[in-house]
């Protein structure tokens, strides 16, 4: 065996394990780490000014040891400093609890307000349709009640006409008796008033109904005195009494038209009824209508508030859910950046000896109990 060559290798193995070693071999890493988390002490949430110098003090001079390096005050230090970070990491995660339960909030309160403008559109639908129908009721009465006061001014035209006819009937009927039964006689016998009775007779012969030629010859011999009166004149007077007498038995009689009106009269009371019944049932309907229309006004209110109300709910839930997202971002950086970075400067440097390590703390507690000098002293001393 070549104990030169053994020498040799035993010369060129690694040394054990020490502080410089520790932080030579470490160092790129935890000065990345110590960088990231003096940053972060800048960025803690609820901490005052004197507190953050505090803390950079305590990062500073404890967490850049490795944690078999550090004695009993660095040790409290990196304790204080990452009881610091926990408690901002417990502040955010609160602020997310609450951004979490703000937009839950929002959620549900969308969701009811979507539910609202739903049933605002249902009703508003209903309404149109309520609306629509009303319309098609009011445009039906309408016509039914122009149809029954058309009726009702036939019937009262009809009524008209038969009263008309009643009276001229009854009026022509009598002065034709007049005429045939007292005027003409008088004419003919030559009576000392013939010119009233013959004026009277006059005034009928231009309401009814003659020949013209007899007409013209019966004027002239109607205003001659008797002693003055030819065959001809004579004759034609003659004529005109049989003539009366012929229109007087040719009027139909009184008592049918007297029937005829009674009629008209019937048939006009009940087309008066039937239109103030259609009138009624189109006031109903016309009132109808405007309901229907006042219904479709607040339904079409009643939509636009719930749209309006959901579009403020959906603005508030958008809000909830960024400011839910920056803080989950906020966390999620806080925990993957300044906590894992605690997390790595809290671990044991390479080549660590936890029994040297235990033997190392009980010589620093004897060293302390043995100086005499109290714990807040040595760690300002330290720090």
């Known amino acids: 065996m070549d104990h030169g060559l053994d020498g040799k290798r035993r010369r ?15 160092e790129p890493s935890r000065e990345r780490c110590m960088a990231d988390v003096e940053q972060a002490v800048d960025k803690l949430l609820d901490v005052s000014e004197s507190g953050r110098q505090l803390l950079r003090l305590l990062v500073r001079k404890s967490m850049r040891i490795c944690p ?17 970070f926990h408690d901002s990491q417990k502040n955010l995660r609160m602020t997310c609890q609450k951004a979490a339960e703000e937009a839950e909030k929002f959620q549900n309160f969308t969701k009811d307000r979507t539910k609202e403008l739903q049933n605002a559109t249902e009703g508003f639908t209903g309404a149109i349709a309520a609306f629509r129908s009303a319309k098609t009721a009011f445009l039906q009465d309408n016509k039914i009640l122009q149809s029954k006061r058309k009726a009702l001014d036939e019937v009262e035209e009809e009524l008209n006409r038969h009263r008309s006819k009643l009276a001229e009937v009854a009026g022509c009927k009598e002065e034709l008796q007049l005429a045939v039964e007292r005027h003409m006689p008088a004419v003919l016998q030559g009576s000392s008033d013939f010119l009233s009775h013959a004026q009277a007779v006059l005034q009928l012969m231009g309401r009814i109904k ?50 005829a009106v009674q009629d008209a009269e019937a048939a ?78 809290d671990r044991p440097g390479p080549g660590f000896d936890a029994s040297k390590s235990e033997c190392r703390k009980v010589q620093d507690t004897h060293d302390q109990m043995s100086s005499g000098v109290p714990t807040p002293v040595r760690s300002a001393s330290v720090l």
């Open 12 to 26: 060129s193995l690694p040394s054990g394990p020490n502080k410089k070693h520790c932080l030579e071999a470490s």
């Open 68 to 84: 078999e390096e550090r004695h009993r005050f660095q040790t409290l230090g990196a304790e204080l400093a990452k009881e610091a």
């Open 210 to 259: 003659l020949e013209d030629s007899l007409k013209n010859a019966a004027s002239s011999s109607l205003k001659m005195a008797p002693e003055k009166r030819g065959p001809f004149d004579k004759a034609t007077l003659e004529q005109l009494s049989g003539a009366l007498s012929a229109l007087l038995e040719a009027i139909p009689s009184a008592e049918a038209e007297r029937l």
């Open 268 to 345: 006009r009371k009940a087309a008066s009824e039937a239109f103030a019944e259609a009138r009624h049932s189109q006031a109903r309907s016309a009132h109808c209508l405007r309901l229907a229309e006042i219904e479709v006004r607040e339904a079409q209110s009643a939509e636009g508030l719930a749209t309006e109300s959901l579009n403020d709910a959906e603005q508030e839930l958008a809000k909830s859910e960024g400011q839910l997202k920056a803080a989950g971002s906020i966390l999620k950086a806080f925990e993957e950046g300044p906590m894992t970075s605690l997390e790595v400067l």
